[in-house]
């Protein structure tokens, strides 16, 4: 039948494209880093973080020693997060909990 074909194709189709969509969740976190000298540990920090798989975005301050972290909660955890910045001599703590990054609509501050 030849609808019917068409109408499993479509329901295939979208499915391919939904699935992967609804898995990948983005997740924003910010850490507290103790332990930097300069602006170049900061850097260094960020180029590691920027390295792991399923990190979105990076930008640590060396003036505020925050990290904020753009991830996909699917793909990284929190704890390979913090172990990152530790096995590069700092300390790691979260500051507020994941979010999920809006899009539509800012969370209130
Ligand atoms: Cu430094």
Redesign the pocket.
């Given at each position: 039948m030849k609808f019917g074909r068409l109408a499993l194709e479509l329901t295939l189709i979208s499915f391919l494209i939904l699935v992967p969509l609804a898995w990948s969740k983005e997740v924003k976190v910010e850490l507290k880093i103790s332990g930097?000298?300069?602006?170049?540990?900061?850097k260094?920090i960020e180029t590691q973080l920027a390295k792991l798989p399923g990190v979105k975005a990076a930008t640590v301050s060396?003036e505020t020693a925050t990290a904020i972290v753009v991830y996909d909660d699917t793909r990284v955890s929190l704890r390979k997060l913090k172990k990152t910045i530790e096995k590069s001599g700092f300390k790691a703590e979260v500051k507020s909990k994941p979010s999920e990054r809006a899009t539509s609509r800012q969370a209130p501050r």
């Open positions: 930097m000298l300069c602006e170049l540990c900061a260094g060396y």
